[in-house]
């Protein structure tokens, strides 16, 4: 099956530094992927849709220039939360589309913010 | 306004005892409609999805769910719930049109009573 990875999937950070996360399709290519955020025990809001070779569309409220989004392959696509802050802290999720227009999600990366 | 509701936020089931997991969207046309589970520590993974056809659908881990026009639900079942079923449940809709993007309800913590 379709397997989709995340890194880091935790990490710490103090407030004003940046920070990298990277999802890649292990097994396939993905022309889009998605990248989410869940608060705890909320659902999963979509942050942006990354599209390989292009600049990503994010969704109403995102402020783009807080969150990075690189999609330099056709296996990766990377966010960076830039002068992450507290409430930047989350769980963020990536998923990519396979050719059948399924998603497919990776296992997330918890970030906390001191 | 479009949305996907999941009106039970948490249910207690014994284990042994069947489930049945309510959803309900609110869209002009039928979406392509999914069910997926999140259990701690890991990614989403698939239940079932729906997109045309058979009305009642059958997924993995014993887990089926039935789609009624009627009323713009998609409903979970699983006949008798195992304690490995205890995990969060969210269903999503993809508009389609709207670049397969998910759209998810608000989740639906399953606890399993021994």
């Known amino acids: 099956g379709a397997v989709v990875s995340q890194h880091p999937s935790w990490v710490i950070c103090k407030s004003g530094t940046s920070v990298k996360i990277e999802c890649r399709s292990l097994d396939f290519q993905a022309t889009t992927m998605f990248w989410y955020r869940q608060f705890p025990k909320q659902s999963l809001m979509l942050m942006a849709t990354s599209n390989e070779g292009s600049k990503a569309t994010y969704e109403q409220g995102v402020e783009k220039d807080k969150f990075l989004i690189n999609h330099a392959s056709l296996t990766l696509s990377t966010l960076t939360v830039t002068s992450a802050h507290p409430e930047d802290s989350s769980f963020y999720i990536c998923s990519a589309r396979g050719l059948g227009g399924e998603q497919f999600f990776g296992p997330g990366t918890r970030l906390t913010v001191l | 306004a479009q949305s996907v509701t999941q009106p039970d936020i948490h249910i207690t089931v014994s284990e042994g005892a069947s489930l049945e997991l309510r959803c309900n969207y609110s869209?002009?046309?039928?979406?392509?409609l999914f069910w997926y589970v999140q259990s701690p520590g890991q990614g989403l993974q698939l239940l079932l999805k729906?997109?045309?056809?058979?009305?009642l659908v059958q997924g993995i881990k014993g887990f089926e769910a039935e789609f009624k026009r009627s009323q713009s639900s998609f409903n979970l079942r699983k006949p008798s719930v195992h304690w490995s079923d205890a995990a969060e449940y969210f269903c999503?809709?993809?508009?389609?049109?709207?670049?397969?993007?998910?759209?998810f309800g608000g989740g639906t913590r399953v606890l399993v009573k021994p």
């Open positions: 729906y997109f045309s056809g058979d009305t």
């Open positions: 869209y002009g046309a039928t979406p392509y």
């Open positions: 999503a809709v993809d508009l389609k049109a709207a670049g397969n993007k998910l759209t």
